[in-house]
C-alpha cells in the first residue's frame, strides 16, 4: 500500500539498555499484523535484534528500521540500542526521525538512558513522548515514573494513561485518558471494559490536568475551558498535537509489550498526535539553508544507515523531497559520482520488501551504491545540494589489536574495512611509531563486538591489548662524543672518524651543523654523517623511544683517502651518537593531554580524586549551557588508557569528555623507570 506523505510518522524509540525498546516495537508490529508471531527477545526471534551478537548478547547493537501500518498510517519505527558505546547507532536514528519515544522500566525512574534520550531529543528540537514499560511486573509503579518526570522536566511532562490495579496490587488494565475507554488483556487480545467507579475521583483529578494541558495550546481552547465546557475528543486531539509538536507537552503512556497491554494506546497516540515529516522538522543543508520538503519537488534523500552482509551493501535513506524510484540516475554532492538506482526496498528488520517508489518523508532502502556512505545526499542531478549530515561522537578508547595467529593482520585489516562501511564510529590506525594497529571506539563493549564479528564473519580471531604511549627522549646537557669506523678485509677498507658535539635543541626535529676546521673531514662526507645520525635518532638509548630536541654539531674527524666512503661516515656518526648520548643526560618525555570532561556537579569531587590518581593538573572549570560543570585539565596521554570506561563509572554513564595532545613533557623518575622496564620486556618478548 502506499501512504501520503501526510500519513506517515518516522519514529525513534530511545532509551536506557534492557529497558523494553526492542520488545515494544515487537508488540507494534504484532498488533497491527506487520508479524504473524510475537517474537521474543530471550528466545532471540525479534524482527529487530537480528544479528548474532545481538541474540547472543540479548541486546540491541545495530539500529533497527521497521513499518507497522495501523490507522491507514505507515509508521516507521527506529528501535535504537540503549548501551552508550552505540550511541552512534541512536545519531543516525535521530537524523531521520521527526519524534522519539522515550522508553524507561516501572522499577526504573528517570534513568541515565531516559536522560541522555530527552537530551538527544532537545537538542535536536525534536517532539518527544515517554512510555513506561512493564508497568504489571511486581515493584513496578507507573505514577513514580512519571512524578519521577514531571520533577525532573516540569509541568509539560502529562500523563496519557491511568493504570487499572486490581485488589491485589497487580495492573490488570489501562484507561486511556485521550479517548476514556478502559482496555484490558483477554485471550492475548485488547478488549474494551467498564473503567472502574473506584477510579472515579482519581481519573477526574488526571482528565482536569489533561484538559489544562490543551487549554494551553490556543486562546480559544483556553477560553472554552475558563467557560467551563467540555472539550471534544477532536479537540483534545487537536490540542495535544500542537503541544506535542510545538515541544510544550511532552505526554506518559504506559503499558506491557508482553502482553500487548497499552500498546495500541501508544499506536493512537503516534497518529493523531506526532507530526508527519510534513510538520516536523526543518530539513537544513549543510550550508544552513532550508530544503523545501516538498513531495512533487526534486529529488532530495539522506543516507542515514549502511548495512553490508553476505548479500551486498543496503543503503538505508530518508527522502526529504520528491520521491526516490527505480532506474533514477541521481548525484552524490560529496563525491560528485552520479548513482544507478536499483532495486528499492522497504525494511522490516533483516527483511527486505521490495518497491517501486519511496515517497517524501519515507524512509527506504537501495542496494549497490558504488560511491555512498553513511551521512551521504543522493539528490537531483539539475537541482544537486547537501543535506546536513550526521555527527558522530569521536573515539575515546583505543586499544591495539592483534590476530591470535601471526600472519593474519591483513585479514584483520579487511575485515575492519567492511564493517567499517557500516559504523563509521570507530577508526583503525596502523601506528608505525609503535608498530601496532590502534582500534578506538566508544568503550570495551563496542571492541568487545567488534572483534566477536571478526571472530564470526571473517574468521580470525583478535586479540586487544592496551595500545603503547607514543614517548619520547631528549638529552639535558652538552657531551662531545668520538665515532671511528675502521675495517680492513682485502682490498679497499672502509675508514670513518668523527667527533661531535651533542647538546639540547630548540627544535623537536633534529638540528645538523657542522664546524670542521681545515678539512678534517671533506665537505662531500656531510650528508652522510646527518644521514646516520637521523636514522640513529630513530631509537633513543633508554627505552627505544624516537630522540628529540637534540642539535648535534660536526667538529672534527679523519679520512683515509682510499677508504672513506659515505658509508664510512654514516657508521661512523652512528657509533658516536651510540656512545655519546648516554652521557649527555637522557630522560624520557611523556605526551601530555588537554582534558575537558563534562559531569554532573554531583560527581565533581569523585572526578577531582580520578584526575589527582593520574597525576592530572586541573586548569579550571565552568559550568555550560546545559547545567553540567566542565573541568578542564592537563594530563599524561599514559595515564588514560581506561578513562572512557573509568568515566562511566564515576557518573553512571552521565559524564563525556574530549581529549588532545598538547605537548610533550619530562615524565618524573618513577614512571621513566617503568617505561623503561616496559621496554626492556618487550624487546625480549620480540
Not at 518497491?355 to 543522493?378: F, P, Q, R
Not at 676546521?517 to 646527518?530: D, K, T
Request: proline share 4%; glycine share 10%.
Amino acid at each position: 500500500m502506499t501512504y501520503a506523505t501526510d500519513k506517515i510518522r518516522n519514529i525513534a524509540l530511545l532509551g536506557h539498555g534492557s529497558n523494553g525498546k526492542t520488545s515494544l516495537a515487537e508488540s507494534m508490529l504484532f498488533l497491527t499484523g506487520g508479524t504473524d508471531r510475537l517474537g521474543k527477545i530471550v528466545d532471540g526471534n525479534t524482527v529487530g535484534d537480528s544479528e548474532a551478537e545481538e541474540i547472543k548478547r540479548h541486546i540491541t547493537i545495530s539500529l533497527a528500521t521497521m513499518f507497522a501500518e495501523y490507522k491507514e498510517c505507515k509508521i516507521n519505527i527506529l528501535d535504537t540500542p540503549g548501551y552508550f558505546d552505540f550511541a552512534g547507532e541512536v545519531a543516525e536514528a535521530l537524523r531521520v526521525a521527526d519524534g522519539g519515544i522515550i522508553v524507561c522500566g516501572a522499577k526504573d525512574g528517570v534513568t541515565v538512558g531516559a536522560e541522555k534520550a530527552w537530551n538527544y531529543l532537545a537538542e535536536r528540537k525534536l517532539p518527544r513522548a515517554i512510555y513506561v514499560s512493564r508497568i504489571d511486573e511486581e515493584n513496578g509503579n507507573y505514577k513514580d515514573v512519571y512524578s519521577a518526570f514531571r520533577e525532573k522536566y516540569g509541568t509539560s511532562v502529562c500523563p496519557m494513561i491511568a493504570p487499572i490495579v486490581n485488589d491485589s496490587g497487580k495492573v490488570e488494565g489501562i484507561v486511556d485518558l485521550i479517548y476514556r475507554k478502559a482496555f484490558t488483556i483477554e485471550n492475548g487480545k485488547s478488549k474494551e471494559i467498564d473503567i472502574p467507579a473506584s477510579m472515579t475521583s482519581r481519573l477526574e483529578t488526571l482528565y482536569t490536568a489533561v484538559n489544562e494541558s490543551v487549554a494551553e495550546t490556543s486562546e480559544a481552547l483556553m477560553e472554552k475551558y475558563f467557560s467551563g465546557e467540555e472539550f471534544t475528543t477532536e479537540e483534545i486531539i487537536s490540542g495535544l498535537k500542537t503541544g506535542v509538536k510545538e515541544l510544550t507537552l511532552f505526554p506518559v503512556f504506559g503499558g506491557c509489550a508482553l502482553t500487548g497491554l497499552g500498546t495500541r494506546t501508544l499506536l493512537d497516540a503516534i497518529v493523531d498526535l506526532f507530526p508527519s515529516p510534513l510538520e516536523g522538522r526543518q530539513e537544513t543543508s549543510a550550508e544552513g539553508t532550508a530544503i523545501e520538503q516538498n513531495p512533487t519537488g526534486a529529488t532530495c534523500a539522506i543516507v542515514y544507515k549502511t548495512v553490508s552482509d553476505q548479500y551486498g551493501k543496503f543503503s538505508l535513506f530518508k527522502v526529504l523531497s520528491g520521491k526516490y524510484a527505480a532506474d533514477m540516475t541521481l548525484v552524490n554532492p560529496r563525491t560528485g559520482t552520479q548513482e544507478k538506482i536499483g532495486h528499492i526496498y522497504k525494511m522490516q528488520g533483516k527483511k527486505s520488501i521490495e518497491v517501486k517508489e519511496v515517497i517524501c518523508g519515507d524512509i527506504g532502502a537501495v542496494s549497490k551504491l558504488t560511491d555512498t556512505k553513511t551521512g551521504d545526499t543522493l539528490c537531483d542531478i539539475k537541482k544537486p545540494l547537501t543535506a546536513k549530515g550526521i555527527d558522530f561522537t569521536p573515539p575515546c578508547y583505543a586499544m591495539a589489536i592483534t590476530p591470535k595467529i601471526k600472519g593474519q593482520e591483513d585479514k584483520i585489516a579487511a575485515g575492519l574495512h567492511r564493517m567499517g562501511e557500516e559504523d563509521l564510529t570507530f577508526t583503525v590506525t596502523n601506528n608505525a611509531e609503535t608498530k601496532q594497529m590502534v582500534v578506538a571506539g566508544a568503550g570495551d563493549i563496542q571492541l568487545d563486538v567488534l572483534c566477536a564479528k571478526l571472530k564470526d564473519k571473517f574468521g580470525v580471531e583478535v586479540v586487544l591489548a592496551p595500545a603503547r604511549v607514543a614517548y619520547r627522549e631528549k638529552i639535558r646537557k652538552k657531551f662531545q662524543a668520538k665515532g671511528r669506523h675502521k675495517k680492513q678485509s682485502g682490498g679497499h677498507g672502509q675508514f670513518g672518524d668523527v667527533v661531535i658535539d651533542f647538546e639540547p635543541g630548540d627544535e623537536e626535529d633534529m638540528i645538523f651543523a657542522e664546524n670542521v676546521f681545515g678539512g678534517s673531514v671533506p665537505r662531500n662526507f656531510f650528508p652522510a654523517v646527518e644521514k646516520g645520525l637521523r636514522d640513529s635518532i630513530q631509537k633513543g638509548v633508554l627505552a627505544g623511544y624516537p630522540m628529540v630536541y637534540l642539535k648535534a654539531t660536526l667538529v672534527d674527524g679523519s679520512y683515509h683517502p682510499v677508504d672513506s666512503s659515505e658509508m664510512a661516515f654514516k657508521m661512523a656518526a652512528q657509533i658516536a651518537y651510540k656512545d655519546g648520548i648516554p652521557q649527555a643526560s637522557p630522560t624520557i618525555l611523556e605526551p601530555i593531554g588537554y582534558l575537558a570532561v563534562t559531569i554532573p556537579d554531583t560527581y565533581m569531587g569523585d572526578i577531582m580524586s580520578d584526575l589527582s590518581k593520574r597525576r592530572g593538573s586541573p586548569m579550571g572549570m565552568n559550568l555550560n549551557a546545559d547545567g553540567m560543570q566542565v573541568v578542564e585539565a592537563e594530563v599524561p596521554m599514559g595515564e588514560m588508557s581506561s578513562y572512557a570506561i573509568d568515566l562511566r563509572s564515576i557518573t553512571q554513564g552521565r559524564g563525556s569528555f574530549t581529549l588532545r595532545f598538547e605537548r610533550y613533557e619530562e615524565a618524573p623518575a618513577i614512571v621513566q623507570a617503568k617505561i623503561i622496564e616496559e621496554a626492556k620486556a618487550l624487546n625480549e618478548a620480540e
